[in-house]
Structures are given as C-alpha cells and as structure tokens.
C-alpha cells in the first residue's frame, strides 16, 4: 500500500516527464484536446466568471475557457507538477487573468466560496483521496457554483478491466469509478449531483453542484 508521500512522488514524476512533449501534437495531445475540447463546449463560461481547471497540464483548456469571453473573468489551473505549471506560465505568460499554480489537490491554496467552475479532466482517477479532493472543490466553489469531473467511467466490463490491468501496471493510476461511484463520492463531499454526460463510448462528465 502507498503512502501519500510515496504517492504524490510518483505522480510528479510522471507528470514532468509527460510535460517534455505533451504539447508536440502526437496522440497524447490530440486526445486530450479533443475530449477536453468536447467538456469546454458544454460550459456556460460568462464574462465575468471564475474558473478553476484541477490538474490543468500546460493550460490548453484554462485558455480555451478564456479565449471564450475574450479573457473577461478570473482564470485558474492548478497541477502538481512544476514542470506542468512552468510551461503554462510561458504560454500564457500575456494573459493577465490567467493563473497557474503548482500544488495539490487536496490543498489548494485558494480562498473560499470563489469559483463558478471548477473542471477535472482525465486526472481524477490518480487521486489517492478522491472524497477528499472533491470536498476541497466543494470548499473552493460558490453557492450555486459547479464541479465538472471528465474521466473514463467504469460502467462497462472493458473499462472495468482496463482499470484492473492499469492498477496492475500504473504506479500512478488509483481507481477509475462508475456513475454511482460518483454519485456516492459527490454526496460525501456535500456536492448535489446534477447530472452525467457521455463524451465518447468511455468517458464520462460528471456534473456536481454546491
């Protein structure tokens, strides 16, 4: 069993070494821009907002939410990668209202009741304490304010056996859930679930209000 230490080690291991070329347009990157590309398209991202992306890589989607209103809101990404974060920072280093943090999921350094939107895209099944992750989002989000957690939903025999041969092999990899997984983990953190949205065959949206 992993410690927490040993846990976020790997992570951040992992996830400097995917920085190197995550941005090089090979199939990492235009998977990644395509399913988080298809979860920007159901937000309703307002001048004004204040939006947070957990686990936001080098930025692609912090931007993409930004280029929307024409970068009139507060724009966030936080990541526990440092390489992740100084690469983001670079590329958006002319954009005022975009903000990038390195830190973790479970404690953000952010103040209460700020965030409209807060998004987690293809991160959440690495999270070691996945109730404790989404009551930091609860704590982060205002009255009203809503949670989007895209990842591959175990609610299929194939994404329940890619979950068991990845926690074989994946160091990093934690759990993938089902939707009543979700529903279940959403409630312990205070969170209403709202609804689920299908992206592709495999992945899921799955929506949290405070």
Same mark, same amino acid.
């Given at each position: ?16 070494? $995917? ?7 090979? $199939? ?41 209103? /024409? ?25 005022? /209202? ?14 209460? /009741? ?24 609860? #704590?982060?989000?205002? #009255? +009203? ?11 299929? $025999? ?49 929506? +949290?209000?405070?």
């Amino acid at each position: 069993m992993k410690t927490e230490t040993e846990h976020i080690r790997i992570n951040e291991l992992k996830w400097n070494k $995917w920085a190197r070329d995550l941005d090089s347009n090979g $199939w990492r990157y235009r998977y990644l821009r395509r399913v988080q590309g298809a979860l920007i398209s159901i937000l309703d991202v307002k001048e004004g907002i204040s939006f947070l992306d957990v686990g936001c890589g080098t930025g692609w989607a912090v931007g993409r939410a930004a280029e929307l209103v /024409n970068d009139h809101g507060m724009f966030y990404g936080i990541d526990l990668s440092f390489k992740m974060i100084e690469k983001a920072k670079v590329h958006f280093q002319d954009r005022k /209202n975009l903000q990038f943090i390195k830190s973790n999921v479970e404690s953000i350094p952010l103040r209460d /009741n700020f965030f409209n939107i807060i998004i987690c895209t293809n991160s959440f099944h690495h999270y070691l304490n996945p109730g404790s992750a989404l009551k930091e989002m609860h #704590r982060l989000l205002k #009255r +009203g304010g809503r949670v989007y957690i895209l990842d591959p939903t175990a609610d299929t $025999w194939l994404i329940k056996v890619i979950d068991r041969i990845m926690g074989g092999f994946e160091p990093a990899h934690v759990k993938l859930y089902s939707s009543k997984e979700f529903r279940d983990l959403f409630a312990g953190a205070g969170l209403g679930y709202v609804t689920t949205k299908s992206i592709d065959p495999h992945q899921k949206v799955h929506v +949290g209000e405070k």
